[in-house]
């Protein structure tokens, strides 16, 4: 059960990070530090996290998200005054994830997300997922924060460079796994 919660959540990570792919598309966050509460339909919450970021941290995590869709079709993107509407297609394994999202709000104070994913064929026995994104900045980075640190809500502080050597050993792990 956890393993397919695990790749579920990563899957959808995925699939999330190349609906916000683009920097030149999508709204720029402002420095200093965010609640982001991510909630995905049938699974529990993990609860908010706090991340402190300046904006050449938003760009490494942009990066990340343009190297995750490095598999997808060019995103389609719509903007509507504080609306961003994000449509991508991409291969993951052996499935096509699509996945249509829509952001809203000022990416200087609060945005939410809305992203619905759909899988052919299902993957790790998921056909369709919903996830939703809450954000808002709550001010400057606390005394002792670096830019690119994320504090998970058990307390645990993870920073820019773990999360990129972690997406790096994912991928070669990817890399590494049998094909089905």
Same mark, same amino acid.
């Given at each position: ?7 579920? #959540?990563?899957? #959808?990570?995925?699939?999330? =990070? ?14 200093? #530090?965010?609640? %982001? ?16 970021? /300046? ?5 490494? !995590? ?44 000022? !990416? /200087? ?5 809305? %992203?619905? %994913?759909?899988? /052919? ?12 994104? /809450? =954000? ?45």
């Amino acid at each position: 059960m956890m393993v397919s919660r695990c790749a579920a #959540l990563a899957c #959808l990570s995925l699939a999330a =990070a190349c609906a916000m792919a683009g920097p030149s598309d999508m709204p720029k966050r402002k420095p200093g #530090l965010w609640k %982001i509460d991510t909630k995905m339909a049938g699974m529990p919450s993990m609860g908010p996290v706090q991340q402190c970021i /300046d904006s050449a941290t938003d760009n490494l !995590f942009r990066q990340m998200g343009e190297d995750a869709a490095n598999k997808c079709a060019p995103p389609e993107i719509r903007h509507d005054g504080d609306r961003v509407a994000v449509h991508t297609v991409c291969k993951m394994d052996k499935a096509t994830a699509t996945t249509d999202a829509v952001f809203t709000g000022k !990416f /200087d104070s609060a945005y939410r997300g809305d %992203i619905d %994913i759909s899988y /052919d064929p299902p993957m790790h026995g998921m056909a369709k997922a919903r996830m939703s994104i /809450d =954000a808002s900045w709550t001010g400057p980075c606390k005394p002792g924060q670096k830019p690119g640190d994320i504090v998970m809500a058990n307390g645990q502080t993870i920073s820019a460079d773990q999360m990129k050597q972690a997406a790096e050993r994912a991928k070669a792990m990817r890399q590494q796994m049998p094909p089905r």
